[in-house]
């Protein structure tokens, strides 16, 4: 979560966004992880659920501005007991 959490925080896309929510779905990641950890070539894959605001201030990133995600998820890959790391986000 701290992979997210950090790339939310500091990458100009979700600046002016407020992260709401962030959340481990067991169904959700369990259905999918073998298939989208052999597409990234990682041994282990998970997703992450979100919810998160966006700022009127936030113009330039593809967001709506004043709107609220939710069910936004975080593909997060790793292999050989490796730290996790962000492959990909969105819908």
């Known amino acids: 979560m701290n992979v997210v959490t950090d ?3 500091n990458a100009e ?3 002016y ?4 929510e962030l959340c481990y779905n ?3 990641s369990s ?3 073998e298939v989208l950890a052999e597409q990234y070539e990682a041994e282990e ?3 992450l659920i979100s919810s998160f605001d966006v700022g009127a201030e936030n113009k330039h ?3 709506d501005a004043n709107r609220t995600y939710n069910n936004f998820k975080w593909i997060l890959v ?3 007991g490796r730290a996790w790391t962000l492959e990909t986000w969105g819908y």
């Open 13 to 15: 896309d979700f600046q």
């Open 45 to 47: 894959a998970i997703i």
């Open 31 to 33: 259905n999918t992880s």
């Open 17 to 20: 966004c407020t992260l709401t």
């Open 7 to 9: 790339y939310f925080k």
């Open 26 to 28: 067991e169904a959700i």
């Open 61 to 63: 990133s593809g967001l």
């Open 78 to 80: 790793r292999s050989n």
